[in-house]
């Protein structure tokens, strides 16, 4: 499947808890997103709006914390800014923040 194939395999070869997380209003490209996730072998949790996904992200942060959050811009109510502030601000400094990539 290429070569971001061979990169994914090894990125989860090397972290059996890897988790992503898709945070996406619009469903057509929430799921065009997951199923390029999904080509490369990476299974991505969603959700809709950015309060969601700073729940998620908050309360995984001690169990299964997200490795990977890609962050939709323009959310609905609570911007992906927003969101992501929220996030960095609620982390847990003892723990791994995700990585998170605006798209």
């Known amino acids: 499947k290429g070569p971001f194939a ?3 395999q090894r990125l989860m070869a090397t972290n059996n ?4 997380l898709v945070v996406e209003d ?3 490209n929430q799921e065009v997103l997951t199923r ?3 080509y490369l072998g990476i299974a991505a949790e969603t959700v809709r ?4 996904a700073v729940e998620a992200v908050l309360a995984s942060a001690h169990t299964r914390p997200f490795t990977v959050v890609f962050m939709d811009v323009r959310l609905p109510k609570m ?6 502030n929220e996030i960095l601000k609620g982390f847990p400094s003892s ?3 995700p990585k998170i990539i605006a798209c």
């Open 6 to 8: 061979l990169c994914t």
């Open 17 to 20: 808890s890897f988790r992503c």
């Open 26 to 28: 619009v469903a057509i």
């Open 36 to 38: 390029i996730l999904t």
């Open 49 to 52: 709006t950015g309060e969601a």
């Open 79 to 84: 911007s992906g800014d927003q969101a992501v």
């Open 95 to 97: 723990c791994a923040r």
